[in-house]
Every structure is written in C-alpha cells, then in structure tokens.
C-alpha cells in the first residue's frame, strides 16, 4: 500500500536530515512510515502509490480553498510569468496589504515576511525595540516558531517528538523568556507582578492551535490586554495557525485588540508568505523607519502576493466564509455523535474551520491537560483512518482544518470511517 512511499523515505534518508524538511512530517508522533504526496486537488490528496485521501491538513491549515484552486493557480502562473522575484516593491504588495487590513483592521501599518516564524521574530524584536525591555512572556504548548528564545515548553513538532526545549539554545536566551500556563489567570498575575516591568511582551495563540485546538477561557485574553496596558507591555497575537479561519479574526471574534498581530501562509494562499502589523507607533520602529532591522529577500513575493490576493478574494466572496464555517460544525457534531454511539470518550472542539479532537473526557484548557489524552490510542486510530483514506494530522497534538472544497460526501465518508476507526483502535 506504501511501497513507493517507504523506497522514497529510505531515498531521503541518506540525503536530507531525517528524510524529512520539518519534524512532524517523519511520522515519529504515530509510527510508521510517512506517506509522500504527488498531487492534490480540492479536498483530496494523492499520495505516491496512487493511495487517494480526503486531506484534512491541508499544508497545516493555509490551503482555505482547497488545493489547486483554479482561481489561486491562475493568479500564480500570470505572476510568474512577469517574474518570479524582483527584490524590489512591487504594487501587488499594496494591494495584498489593503486586503489584510480591511480583515485585521488593528494592523495599522505592516511588513511581509517569507514565513510565520520570521513573522513572530520580527514582531517580538520591534516590540523589544519600542519598549527598551528584553524579556517576553510565552505559554505552554503555544508555538510560535523556531526562534531560539521562543523554543521554551513549545506546542507543535516539540510536543510530537516530547522535547520540551531544542538543543542548542543558550541558557541565556531562555532565561529571557517567561513561560505560564495557558489560560491560568492566576499565573500570568504572577508573572507580571515578578517581571511586569521588564517584560516587553506577551506573545499568545489567541487560539492555541499546535497543542491540538485548545480554545481561551472566558477572560483569559482580556487579562492579558489589561496588564500589557497597565504595564506598558506589547500585547502579540500570533494568528499565523487561525488567521481568516474565524469571523474577524481570533481578535475580532472575541473583541480583543493586540498591539501586534502575527499572521502566515494562508495570506499567500499556500506560498511561502508571513506578515507581522499593528499599532503605527510600534511598526514605525521597524527599518527603515527607524532602528529594528528586520529584512528579506523574498518578503512580499510577487508570485505569493498575486495567489494570496486571489485567495482573500474569493474567501470575501458572499457567504463563503459562513459556509465553510457551517461544515466545520457539521463534521465535528458528526464525530462527537459517533463517539458517543461507539461509547469511546473523546473531546471534539471547533471555531471558524479549525477542529481538534482528543481522547479524553472533557475539553482541556491548558498543555497539562492535553497531555493526558489517550496519545497511544490515537497513533493506532491515525493508521486506522489513513487506511480508510482520510488523512490527518501525524499527531496527537495539532489541529484539523477544513476547507472550502471539501463537501457533503467527504463530510458523511469521514464520519463513516471514524466510526470503524473507533471500533479498530480500541486496542
């Protein structure tokens, strides 16, 4: 069944790092061998031996429309055409950043990044900039990257592969980098009553989206804006993960303005693309306005802005968004039925199109409580539904997203095949 897939591997190994380009993709969360893809085309994938899954990955959340959509094809192939990369400005950049803006108007001023990481890295250092401070208050299971100070107690692949921290990060680095549980009110008091002075920011997932989908507890957010604010701290939401996923925005969606918003591939419509913006005083520390440097060669790429434009068009189009949003909620209500009929204890959680599931009774709030899910029950119900061809997230602790592609049919064969893959993974 993964014949090809598993001579690839055995290729990729004596050439790239683990055979893979990001950890996750090795398949070290579930075991076994990872199934390298050809092709793709709206909902579905195709894998090397011809195997054909309903994906609900989709490149890890940006592909909103699907894959190959013809309308984010066709904007790529006529830009290419004109040229692949100017190093130079081009008007495609101002008319992606109108976009952004009319869907995150608290981006007042902003700046394209070639990637999400890059995005938080440069938000975090204009926020050091424009407070003169250093340290920066993080939480557990949130990922926002591989910058060295924010690989502390990280969700994502760092969960998958059970690291809490990456070798090869000073000590010193770390020690400015204040970790709390997420949604613990209690906890972040703390911390800025210890180091609220020298912190130049709060970075947060709104929406923590790479612990699995763990959703804010009622306050939580308005916590964090009103001791930034007391304390003169730079509020930072990360929506890389959750970004044009939810009405408005985590930020519109619970009417909490950061100061900072980091945002990733879904505004390139799959191409390599980042953005960090926000308050006009905070981003004219960036150069060349002033002192923070932050550069990149391919930043505001023609070819990513002209597929991200066309893909925020069409998401803008009339009823698009509460469409896609309604089908989330079907699929979820759908497995949550199915659990219970198979009487197997399992947490289904949703907003916009992302959803995450867990073995447990009761959502977790927090890193702790996820980590007490039923991981070794979900590496064998991945395998199950892989077989079924229905691919899922290679681990227990990242998010599902649909898409506007995928439709009534994948909906009743996935619900169909989570069924069976509840009885076979009961172990």
């Not at 949130?142 to 990060?169: E, F, I, Q, R, W």
């Not at 009823?319 to 209500?333: F, K, P, Q």
């Amino acid at each position: 069944m993964f014949r090809r897939s598993q001579d690839l591997f055995e290729q990729a190994g004596g050439l790239i790092v683990g055979g893979v380009n990001s950890p996750v993709r090795a398949f070290r969360g579930v075991g076994g061998t990872p199934v390298f893809m050809a092709r793709g085309s709206g909902s579905h994938i195709v894998d090397e031996d011809g195997n054909v899954y309903i994906d609900y990955v989709l490149s890890w959340g940006p592909l909103i429309l699907g894959h190959a959509h013809p309308a984010v094809v066709e904007a790529a192939i006529s830009a290419v055409r004109e040229g692949s990369s100017f190093g130079a400005p081009t008007a495609r950049e101002i008319e992606m950043a109108r976009r952004v803006q009319a869907f995150y108007p608290s981006l007042e001023k902003m700046r394209f990044t070639s990637s999400g990481t890059e995005a938080c890295m440069g938000a975090i250092r204009a926020a050091r900039g424009y407070t003169g401070r250093s340290k920066v208050l993080k939480f557990e299971g949130c990922y926002h990257g591989h910058a060295d100070y924010l690989l502390v107690k990280a969700g994502s692949g760092l969960a998958t592969l059970g690291t809490p921290d990456s070798a090869g990060v000073p000590p010193s680095f770390a020690a400015e980098t204040i970790v709390v549980p997420y949604n613990d009110i209690k906890a972040v008091e703390h911390a800025f009553a210890e180091h609220g002075r020298d912190l130049a920011a709060v970075i947060v997932e709104p929406v923590a989206g790479n612990m699995g989908l763990v959703l804010p507890e009622p306050g939580f957010l308005d916590c964090l804006r009103n001791l930034c604010t007391h304390f003169d701290a730079v509020l930072i939401f990360d929506e890389v993960l959750v970004g044009f996923r939810i009405p408005g925005g985590a930020q519109g969606y619970y009417s909490i303005k950061p100061d900072i918003t980091c945002l990733g591939k879904v505004i390139g419509g799959g191409f390599p693309v980042g953005c960090y913006g926000g308050k006009r005083e905070i981003m004219s520390k960036v150069a060349p306005e002033g002192p923070v440097y932050q550069a990149g060669t391919l930043s505001g790429n023609p070819v990513a802005m002209a597929a991200g434009a066309a893909a925020l068009d069409e998401l803008a189009r009339p009823g698009v968004i509460d469409t896609l949003n309604a089908r989330t909620e079907t699929l979820v209500n759908s497995i949550r039925e199915a659990a219970k009929a198979e009487g197997v204890e399992l947490a289904a959680v949703n907003i916009g199109s992302v959803f995450g599931f867990f073995f447990r009774s009761g959502a977790p709030r927090s890193w702790d409580e996820v980590k007490v899910s039923d991981a070794e029950r979900f590496k064998r119900f991945f395998h199950a539904m892989l077989k079924r061809g229905v691919y899922l997230a290679p681990s227990a602790f990242e998010s599902g997203f649909m898409s506007t592609a995928h439709s009534f049919e994948d909906i009743d064969r996935t619900v169909a095949a989570f069924r069976e893959a509840l009885r076979e993974s009961a172990g």
